[in-house]
């Protein structure tokens, strides 16, 4: 059971973590430094989405439930992303017109996108325990999330603090935003548990709502401006370390 709560919690910490970063930075993150987290975060999921999620239901036998699961999880993160207020550090508003203030909406983006990231560590534990997926496959994956929530929080909180925030206001805001995932992996590892035959939908439909934020919000955010290659770089390099992270601890 420590076990378990360990796997949860490991990603929020790097939320945690990556706050922090506006304790010991100025106002405003450098552009070029913020492509390259970008597209490493975004490497990081896609490598999360397709060895540890997409592969592992593959080996389960039968394409379709991996077909079907994957469209709902894009499915579910678009009505998410319809029908919740927010905003992102470089767009206008998305979804419905709302009175919440610039800094909650700006909260909101970024829970909408951990959410998933908690899913899918619930469902890789969930598979651990429920079947023959690996332990160690899991905790990879909680790491790998945990790296890269590390930028990401770091990208929430310095626009809280340049929006006139205070420090401690920003790090709490930019912190909490991340606690969703925890809380979404245990929903959905109770889902699991509960019903051993769904694994082969929920696995994809985990894979389906990471890449959803990748190619809606991730992948454009990081491609505004000039020197775009420099969050294919990133991109590349996120990638290739949740791909070590995943096949050395798996």
């Known amino acids: 059971m420590s076990a378990i709560l360990t796997a949860l919690l490991i990603p929020f910490a790097g939320t945690v973590l990556g706050s922090a970063f506006v304790f010991f930075m100025k106002r405003e993150m450098p552009e070029l430094f913020q492509k390259v987290l970008l597209g490493f975060a975004s490497g990081v999921m896609v490598?999360?989405?397709?060895?540890?999620?997409?592969?592992?239901?593959?080996?389960?036998?039968?394409v379709w439930p991996v077909a079907t699961g994957l469209l709902g999880g894009f499915a579910f993160l678009l009505l998410i992303d319809y029908v919740t207020p927010h905003i992102h550090p470089k767009g206008g508003q998305e979804g419905p017109q709302s009175r919440l203030s610039r800094t909650t909406m700006l909260a909101l983006a970024v829970t909408i996108h951990n959410f998933p990231e908690g899913m899918a560590v619930g469902v890789a534990i969930a598979g651990a325990v429920t079947s023959d997926f690996s332990t160690a496959s899991a905790?990879?994956?909680?790491?790998?999330?945990?790296?890269?929530?590390?930028?990401?929080?770091?990208?929430?909180?310095m626009p809280l603090r340049s929006a006139g925030n205070s420090r401690l206001k920003a790090f709490v805001v930019g912190s909490l935003s991340g606690i969703v995932e925890p809380i979404g992996g245990a929903l959905v590892l109770l889902l699991a548990s509960a019903a051993t035959a769904t694994m082969p939908y929920l696995l994809p439909f985990a894979a389906g709502a990471m890449l959803y934020v990748v190619v809606e919000e991730l992948i454009p955010e990081a491609s505004q401006g000039e020197h775009s290659?420099?969050?294919?770089?990133?991109f590349a390099i996120g990638f290739a370390m949740m791909m070590v992270l995943d096949v050395v601890m798996g």
């Open 229 to 234: 290659n420099l969050d294919t770089i990133g």
């Open 47 to 62: 490598a999360a989405a397709v060895w540890s999620l997409l592969m592992p239901a593959l080996d389960m036998g039968n």
């Open 139 to 157: 905790i990879a994956l909680a790491v790998g999330i945990a790296i890269q929530n590390i930028p990401e929080g770091a990208i929430i909180s």
